[in-house]
C-alpha cells in the first residue's frame, strides 16, 4: 500500500486550514509541511483534530520531557515505526539523551527507576491494551492523575500514529 504526499497543485483552502495556528503560512504546502503531514493532509478534517491532539501529547502534556520521550522512543521500537524513530532520536538529542540513552530506552531498559517503570508500563499497554492496578499504583509513586492519563494518552496516541505511518509508507 502506501500513500503518497498531497501534491501542491491540490493543496486549497480547507488543506491549509488543517495546519491553522500550527505551521506558519509560508511552510502550508508539502515541503514546509514535510512527509508525514503532507501525507496525512489528504483527509484535512481529520488532520486538523489530530494535530491537535497530538500538539499536547509533544508540547503541552503534564509528563516530563525525558518521560515523554523514552514513552515515545519505546513506542515507535515496539510498532517498528521507523518514522517516529527517527524524529523522536532527534527530539530525545536536543532534550540531551545521549545514543546509549535513546537505544536503551527503544529497547526497554534504563538505569532510572521511573523511567524503567514508564518503559514497562509501555509494554503492557502495547501488549494488553491497558495497565494492570498494580502498575497504576506504582506509577502513582511518581505521577500524579494527569501525568499517568498523559502517559496512557502518548501510547495510545503515538501507537495510532505509528500504525498510520507504517500503513501509509511514510518515512523519514
Same mark, same amino acid.
Given at each position: ?5 498531497? !501534491? ?15 505551521? !506558519?503560512?509560508? *511552510?502550508?504546502? !508539502?515541503?514546509?509541511?514535510? +512527509?508525514?503531514? =503532507? +501525507?496525512? #493532509?489528504?483527509?484535512?478534517? @481529520?488532520?486538523?483534530? $489530530? ?5 499536547? @501529547?509533544?508540547?503541552?502534556? &503534564? ?6 520521550? #523514552? &514513552? ?24 540531551? $539523551? ?20 514508564? @518503559? =514497562? ?6 501488549? +494488553?491494551?491497558? @495497565? ?5 499504583? #506504582?506509577? /502513582? ?6 501525568? *499517568?492519563?498523559?502517559?496512557?494518552? &502518548?501510547? /495510545? ?7 498510520? $505511518?507504517? &500503513? $501509509?509508507?511514510?518515512? !523519514?
Amino acid at each position: 500500500m502506501g500513500l503518497t504526499p498531497l !501534491p501542491a497543485d491540490e493543496w486549497d483552502d480547507d488543506t491549509r486550514r488543517a495546519f491553522a495556528g500550527m505551521l !506558519p503560512r509560508e *511552510r502550508q504546502n !508539502p515541503e514546509g509541511a514535510g +512527509t508525514a503531514l =503532507s +501525507t496525512l #493532509v489528504r483527509h484535512p478534517d @481529520l488532520t486538523k483534530a $489530530f494535530l491537535g491532539f497530538s500538539v499536547h @501529547l509533544l508540547y503541552r502534556s &503534564t509528563l516530563p520531557e525525558r518521560l515523554r520521550e #523514552v &514513552t515515545i522512543l519505546r513506542v515507535a521500537h515496539r510498532h517498528e515505526c521507523e518514522y517516529e524513530s527517527h524524529h523522536h532520536t532527534e527530539i530525545a538529542r536536543e532534550a540531551g $539523551f545521549t545514543d546509549s540513552e535513546i537505544e536503551a530506552a527503544r529497547l526497554g531498559k534504563s538505569d532510572e527507576r521511573s523511567e524503567q517503570l514508564v @518503559l =514497562s508500563a509501555v509494554d503492557e499497554l502495547v501488549d +494488553t491494551s491497558r @495497565l494492570s492496578d498494580r502498575t497504576w499504583s #506504582v506509577l /502513582g509513586e511518581f505521577l500524579d492523575d494527569k501525568q *499517568r492519563i498523559d502517559l496512557v494518552f &502518548t501510547v /495510545g496516541g503515538y501507537s495510532s500514529m505509528a500504525m498510520a $505511518f507504517n &500503513t $501509509f509508507g511514510i518515512e !523519514p
